[in-house]
């Protein structure tokens, strides 16, 4: 495991940094074991009351010098991160894929996306952009501006261990805020390659301690934050009931809450459609990170005309698939994240067959040489009804539901009618179903794609879903705008003090 000492986690124990140290701490001792082979990679202790006090402390007064760096130069310490993550991304990838379990291309994607949210950001640094209005006064001025928030809390997921990281800091640090991140404890280790990277570009530029900061640890750190009115915005990647929960708390205290949360990800494929793509993109939207992505494709729903063609050519793919280390580039898919994962995949199964579901693609867990992990499963197929009760669920597993349709209308209210809102697709060349299907009659998701799948999105748009997804954006267009404050300013140039809506206030 060469890459272990090139990313300097052969000798763990700290868990909590301020970017410029590692500070000790009583709290949790964390193990992650890989989901590979089962080996144990490293052992973490996590944070406690006093270390995230510190932490805390170390933000608040970074924050009052960072915050006065102009942007510009902010951006281009983010320049630097990104030149680092560009050396380090064989390391890192391979990193990403072995304590996660997504594929080894998967993982150097996840790292590119660090690098392409970098490049975005140094631009942006540029163009923090407010309005200028017309007072309707004489001889005043009109204008926003947006100013730093402060501390941003960052509660990640483990299927992007890194890149959502990445979406939120590396636009939170050009704005002007500092981070403070708490990983999920299921990869801690993804965390610490990143701070040790991020550490030798922030001292080469004498950032002050505590814009960078890292606090692992489990639920009970991830509720300090949340609850913590010290922490203004809260961003938080996970499942709808965790985020349910931070949005709970986060709100009591009128706090921000920028929640990125469950899918429920549906493909129509018209019978206009090329099946060649749809084929293709169904395939790796349903598979791909052994369909633990949030826009993992979860339904498909097929026009009657086509549906036993696209079945067919389904099952024929699903054979094809090679389940093994993700490691060994000639794998398609890896293993699910822990054993808990594999026991909700399999309840999964059981309740769709009970409740009437036809599985033409059989699951079931690996086992023998190269599963011994117990964290390997097959992807499966199921002929469902819309109205199962497990449909509206969403299984972080590779559970493929396909249900038919016969009208556009129809298979869009199947895919609008569950709680989820995050990504949705229709394969199509017919440019009014296209239409339509992007209109207000359309997918109600934050993400609507024309012939490509629900996953697999760039950083240059603004990321994020409806519903019970959380209503949330990261990444690109103009969601720098929740890392920072809004103000409105108006001047007064003239030698009188007229008001506004022609009040008169004369003495």
Known sequence: MDFLHTLKLETLNKGVSTGANWISSTGETLRSHSPVDGKLIGSVTGADKESYEHVIAKAQAAFVTWKTWPAPKR???????????????????????????????????????????????????????????????????????????????????????????????MLAWICGDVCIWKPSEKTPLCAIACQHIIKDVFKKNNIPEGVCNLVIGGREVGEWMSNDIRIP???????????????????????????????????????????????????????????????????????EDVYDKVKTRLVTAYKQLKIGDPLNEVHHVGPLIDTDAVKMYVEAIEKCKAEGGNFIVEGGVLSGEGYQSGCYVKPCIAEVNADLEIVRHETF?????????????????IQNEVPQGLSSSIMTLNMREAEQYLSHAGSDCGIANVNIGTSGAEIGGAFGGEKETGGGRESGSDAWKIYMRRQTNTINYSNNLPLAQGIKFDL
């Open 233 to 303: 915005l809260v961003s938080a990647t996970g499942s709808t009931r965790m985020g349910k929960a931070v949005g709970a708390a986060v709100g009591a205290r009128l706090g921000r809450a920028l929640l990125e949360l469950g899918g429920n990800n549906a493909i129509i494929i018209s019978k206009d459609a090329d099946l060649d793509i749809a084929i293709i993109g169904s395939l790796f939207g349903a598979v791909g990170t052994a369909g633990q992505r949030c826009t993992s494709t979860r339904r498909l729903i097929i026009h």
């Open 75 to 169: 951006g281009e310490v983010v320049r630097q991160i990104g030149e680092a993550l560009r050396h380090y991304k064989e390391p890192l990838g391979k990193l990403v894929s072995y304590e996660m379990g997504k594929s080894l291309q998967e993982g150097y994607g996840e790292v590119q996306e660090m690098i392409d949210i970098c490049d975005f950001a140094v631009g942006l640094s540029r163009q923090l952009y407010g309005l200028t209005m017309h007072s309707e006064r004489p001889a005043h001025r009109m204008y926003e501006q947006y100013h730093p928030l402060g501390i941003v809390g960052i509660i990640s997921a483990f299927n992007f261990p890194v890149a959502v990281w990445s979406w939120n800091s």
């Open 397 to 413: 597993a590779p559970i493929l539901y396909l249900l038919k349709y016969k009208t556009l209308d129809e298979a869009i209210y």
